[in-house]
Antibody, heavy 125, light 107 residues
Framework: EVQLVESGGGLVQPGGSLRLSCAASGFTFSRYWMSWVRQAPGKRLEWVANIKHDGSDKYYVDSVKGRFTISRDNAKNSLFLQMKSLRAEDTAVYYC??????????????????WGQGTLVTVSS | SYELTQPPSVSVSPGQTARITCSGNALPKKCAYWYQQKSGQAPVLVIYEDSKRPSGIPERFSGSSSGTMATLTISGAQVEDEADYYCYSTDSSGNLEFGGGTKLTVL
């Protein structure tokens, strides 16, 4: 059974930093792309970042570029999100999700097939 | 950026068919995916690649896509299907987007 368990959320002041972790089990972690997706209170889901199975490629939504860093440790089946210069608008539940990618005639398709339960990040003074 | 548009809410009686739509300019060439999110819970994939159903998802859930619109259909909706439903897709520029979500009420 695929399991994704996030941790590391909490209350942080604007401008502060936080590191989220996601422990994966039930599948061969090193073979999959992984992602972070967030959801602000009462808002839609928003993709945040992707990382290739071997860590060689990383992608970010424009609003977090230069502030957030996605990384992984395949030996420990773990995914991370280092967040710095946090803003009030970063307040959200952050979900770890397993990615599935395949090529199609117009490029590639990428979607999230399993999700963790999420960890809440609150940015407030 | 790329936008996916969903109706804010859909309401049906138990046993009726619920249809939730999602419109997006890239849908003629890109797949649509649907996620169910019950209150306080993580999203669950219920339809992938327009019309495929993951194992464990009831057969009453189906998906289709034509032109710029994708549709999630719940045939014989049940009270336990009450949730927010999000469509998701990508575009040729690599944007990964979710729709605004549709609150399904079954009562």
């Amino acid at each position: 059974e695929v399991q994704l368990v996030e941790s590391g959320g909490g209350l942080v002041q604007p401008g502060g930093s936080l590191r989220l972790s996601c422990a994966a089990s039930g599948f061969t972690f090193s073979r999959y792309w992984m992602s972070w997706v967030r959801q602000a209170p009462g808002k839609r889901l928003e993709w945040v970042a992707n990382i290739k199975h071997d860590g060689s490629d990383k992608y970010y939504v424009d609003s977090v570029k230069g502030r957030f860093t996605i990384s992984r440790d395949n030996a420990k089946n773990s995914l991370f999100l280092q967040m710095k210069s946090l803003r009030a608008e970063d307040t959200a539940v952050y979900y770890c999700a397993r990615g599935f990618i395949f090529r199609d005639e117009s490029g590639y398709e990428y979607y999230f097939d399993y999700w963790g339960q999420g960890t809440l990040v609150t940015v407030s003074s | 950026s790329y936008e996916l548009t969903q109706p804010p809410s859909v309401s049906v009686s138990p046993g009726q068919t619920a249809r939730i739509t999602c419109s997006g300019n890239a849908l003629p060439k890109k797949c649509a995916y649907w996620y169910q999110q019950k209150s306080g819970q993580a999203p669950v994939l219920v339809i992938y690649e327009d019309s495929k159903r993951p194992s464990g998802i009831p057969e009453r859930f189906s998906g289709s896509s034509s032109g710029t619109m994708a549709t999630l259909t719940i045939s014989g909706a049940q009270v336990e299907d009450e949730a927010d439903y999000y469509c998701y897709s990508t575009d040729s520029s690599g944007n990964l987007e979710f729709g605004g979500g549709t609150k399904l009420t079954v009562l």
